[in-house]
Structures are given as C-alpha cells and as structure tokens.
C-alpha cells in the first residue's frame, strides 16, 4: 500500500527502545525559542499541520476536525467540521498565478474514505468525494501541471475540478517526477508523465569497511531502523528521517555526507531544513531538537551508509572500481550534524511542525496540545515597540521626556 508522498502521511510507530544519543544542557545559546504559547482545541492526537499563507496555518487530527489558527496571536480563526472518522491527510491547493480568482483550497483525507475539498477563507465545503475503496493515506501538489494526487491502494491523478485522469499523456511537461517512501524502508522516483519508476531502493544498510564483492550486506532486522517516515531535500541536499536517525544524502556527490543514527530516543517522524544550514527533528519520545549542518574535513576514508540513498547508481562495485572513489573521498569535505537545541513542551510524541520565519515555529502532539514556539529576543523587542508605541499615542511618552 502507498502510504507515502513527499510531505505526505503516516501511520504511527511503536515506540523504540531507549538507547544512548546526544544530550544539550540548558544553556542553549544558539536556541532562540525560549517562549511558548498553548493552544488547545482539539479532543484527541493532532497528527497534522499545513501552512496557509504568512500568517496562518491549520491542524488536523484523529477527532475529525480542522483547525485555523492565526500563527501570529495564536487565535482561532475557523473550525472544519464534516469527516467522521480521523484525518489521514491534509494539503493546500494554491490557484495558479494566472487565475483570476485567487482562493485557496484545502483538501483533506479522512479514514471515513472522503475527500473534502474546502474554501481556506471560510467553513464552506466546496465538494467530497466519496468514490475512494479505500483510506486515502496522502495527498500531494504537483502545482506545475494544476493537477493533485491521492494514494492510498490505488494512486489517483486528479485535476482542480476534481476530474479523475484515468491517462496522463496530455502532460506535456518535461523533467517532472516526485518521490514516495514507505514504512518497510521502499524509496520509489516516479516519473509524472507515464508513472513509471524511475528508481527504487529497498534496502538501508551500514557497510563495514572491509565490505567487497564477496561479503553478503547485513540488512537491519528491526523495521522501525529502516522505516523512512519522512524527507524533504533541497537544491543541494535530500534530508530523511529513518527510524531514529537522521541522514543528510548530496545530490551533487551522490553520497550521505553527514548522519546522527540516532538523532532522538524514539522514531523520528519529521524533518525541515530551516535557514542558516539548520534542521529541525520531532520524534516520538516528545522532544523537537535543532541540528546545524557544519562542513568538517575528512582527512581519511570513512564508511558512510548509503543503501536507498544511492538511487542514481545501484548494485555492487569490484574493489578495483572502489578504489578511486575511495581516494577521491580521503580528501572530500564532510559535515556534521550538530545538535545546537532541544524544545521540551509537549509530553507525548510530537507528529509534526511548521517553521514561520516571522512567528517561529508551530509544533503538535498526541498530547492533543499545539505549541507555538517564539523567539524570545524578537518577541521582547515587540513587546517593547508596542509599549512605546502605545504611550507616543496617548501623549505619556513626551510627558515623561
């Protein structure tokens, strides 16, 4: 069953033994969200969030229900009502530029086998959809070609008047594909034109340094290890959550440049690249924890795990093929993955989060809670223009001059 698209759904883990991982004090320097702000209103585990504009944002759970939410106050602008049983997937989709009617769609999946497509800007239902057989596990944009997807045991096309494309030979963009992952470790490209698989991987694995042509790949036993639960990449990078670790994968040298095996104590089940070569991971043992990704310089050939990773070249080299690349790496810049802050609020496994440039980051759990998490030197600094904002409007500020 596809279970996942990029950005797409999951299902939840068990949780993982406890085992030996990086720890931070309380003098987090480099942390900046040291204010937090509660907002409750759902009834059950928040597994979803999705941003709507630069303002705000919606949730979405196992009670049903969405949620929008001011990003910046934390106030609740509107609640979804209309699936009865949980929501198994939510997405935006924005209108192309060129539409003359600028609304926003959302799109949300439910285990009552609907979709419903919504208006973003009030509580209306612009249509459902009820022919699916099965749960919609995820739902995509491919914004390019004005066209979504849902997967679920089938994977369907459909377009902004939610026609299903039973063919897609009338897409005539070049170069488009996108990527699913599931939780027994398959990595899959698809190509957007026919749907073909461009590449698929299957296995993880940690090579030994002595591994040759002759030595069979020891494959992790424990599915939760090669679970891929999510990724995103870059211009430069693909960044994944595997089991409990994190992994940073070079599109440029074809090869994971940098790894925390185990990054939390339990699954990891997100992961975003923020600004300033940042990455942010939740898991669920509760805890969100902030990486920086420093270039180091590797002065002798390490083993680095590649396994699905190494989607543009698959099977075994012969030593002799080995060599080079083992010369050439000796010398190749490396990185590391820094654990520079660890957010501690919520007390069950954080699902996921979002990241506002302007109003920090947003976080929800299975313990029903979401969690604005704020700068706490932008948000004093705002505190202090208000207040003297405030007293020039009244005349207070040039009586105390």
Same mark, same amino acid.
């Given at each position: 069953?596809?279970?996942?698209?990029?950005?797409?759904?999951?299902?939840?883990?068990?949780?993982?033994?406890?085992?030996?991982?990086?720890?931070?004090?309380?003098?987090?320097?480099?942390?900046?969200?040291?204010?937090?702000?509660?907002?409750?209103?759902?009834?059950?585990?928040?597994?979803?969030?999705?941003?709507?504009?630069?303002?705000?944002?919606?949730?979405?759970?196992?009670?049903?229900?969405?949620?929008?939410?001011?990003?910046?106050?934390?106030?609740?602008?509107?609640?979804?009502?209309?699936?009865?049983?949980?929501?198994?997937?939510?997405?935006?989709?924005?209108?192309?530029?060129?539409?003359?009617?600028?609304?926003?769609?959302?799109?949300?999946?439910?285990?009552?086998?609907?979709?419903?497509?919504?208006?973003?800007?009030?509580?209306? @239902?612009?249509? *459902?959809?009820?022919?699916? !057989?099965? =749960?919609?596990?995820?739902?995509? /944009? &491919?914004?390019?070609?004005?066209?979504?997807?849902?997967?679920?045991?089938?994977?369907?096309?459909?377009?902004?008047?939610?026609?299903?494309?039973?063919?897609?030979?009338?897409?005539?963009?070049?170069?488009?594909?996108?990527?699913?992952?599931?939780?027994?470790?398959?990595?899959?490209?698809?190509?957007?034109?026919?749907?073909?698989?461009?590449?698929?991987?299957?296995?993880?694995?940690?090579?030994?340094?002595?591994?040759?042509?002759?030595?069979?790949?020891?494959?992790?036993?424990?599915?939760?290890?090669?679970?891929?639960?999510?990724?995103?990449?870059?211009?430069?990078?693909?960044?994944?959550?595997?089991?409990?670790?994190?992994?940073?994968?070079?599109? @440029?040298?074809? *090869?994971?440049?940098?790894? !925390?095996? =185990?990054?939390?104590?339990?699954? /990891? &089940?997100?992961?975003?690249?923020?600004?300033?070569?940042?990455?942010?991971?939740?898991?669920?043992?509760?805890?969100?924890?902030?990486?920086?990704?420093?270039?180091?310089?590797?002065?002798?050939?390490?083993?680095?795990?590649?396994?699905?990773?190494?989607?543009?070249?698959?099977?075994?080299?012969?030593?002799?093929?080995?060599?080079?690349?083992?010369?050439?790496?000796?010398?190749?810049?490396?990185?590391?993955?820094?654990?520079?802050?660890?957010?501690?609020?919520?007390?069950?496994?954080?699902?996921?989060?979002?990241?506002?440039?302007?109003?920090?980051?947003?976080?929800?759990?299975?313990?029903?809670?979401?969690?604005?998490?704020?700068?706490?030197?932008?948000?004093?600094?705002?505190?202090?223009?208000?207040?003297?904002?405030?007293?020039?409007?009244?005349?207070?500020?040039?009586?105390?001059?």
């Amino acid at each position: 069953m596809l279970r996942w698209l990029i950005g797409g759904g999951r299902e939840p883990q068990g949780l993982a033994e406890k085992s030996p991982l990086q720890t931070i004090g309380e003098e987090q320097t480099q942390n900046p969200y040291t204010e937090l702000l509660v907002l409750k209103a759902h009834h059950d585990i928040v597994r979803f969030l999705v941003q709507l504009d630069d303002y705000r944002f919606a949730s979405a759970g196992d009670d049903g229900i969405v949620v929008v939410w001011n990003a910046q106050t934390g106030e609740k602008l509107l609640e979804l009502n209309g699936h009865t049983q949980k929501i198994t997937a939510i997405i935006t989709f924005p209108s192309l530029e060129s539409c003359e009617e600028k609304n926003q769609l959302i799109l949300t999946a439910s285990a009552d086998r609907t979709v419903i497509v919504w208006d973003g800007d009030t509580t209306r @239902q612009v249509q *459902r959809i009820s022919c699916f !057989q099965s =749960t919609v596990k995820c739902l995509t /944009v &491919l914004q390019r070609l004005d066209v979504w997807l849902s997967g679920g045991n089938d994977l369907c096309v459909w377009n902004r008047k939610l026609d299903l494309l039973c063919k897609t030979s009338h897409l005539s963009d070049t170069d488009l594909s996108f990527v699913t992952g599931s939780h027994i470790g398959e990595l899959i490209i698809w190509d957007a034109l026919d749907w073909t698989m461009q590449a698929y991987e299957r296995n993880f694995w940690d090579p030994s340094p002595q591994l040759d042509t002759q030595q069979e790949i020891k494959l992790c036993q424990k599915s939760n290890d090669i679970s891929i639960h999510h990724f995103t990449c870059d211009e430069e990078n693909v960044f994944a959550a595997v089991g409990r670790g994190l992994y940073v994968y070079s599109l @440029q040298m074809k *090869r994971v440049i940098a790894c !925390q095996k =185990t990054a939390h104590d339990s699954n /990891v &089940l997100h992961i975003a690249r923020l600004p300033n070569r940042q990455l942010i991971s939740c898991s669920e043992d509760g805890s969100v924890r902030i990486w920086e990704l420093r270039e180091k310089q590797q002065l002798a050939a390490e083993p680095v795990p590649t396994g699905f990773f190494n989607m543009w070249g698959f099977g075994r080299v012969n030593k002799q093929a080995s060599q080079p690349v083992k010369k050439q790496q000796e010398n190749a810049t490396s990185c590391s993955l820094e654990l520079i802050g660890d957010l501690i609020g919520h007390s069950s496994s954080v699902e996921m989060f979002l990241y506002f440039e302007d109003h920090g980051l947003v976080t929800c759990s299975a313990d029903h809670l979401i969690i604005l998490w704020k700068n706490g030197e932008r948000e004093s600094g705002l505190r202090s223009l208000r207040l003297f904002q405030k007293l020039e409007e009244n005349g207070d500020l040039y009586l105390a001059v």
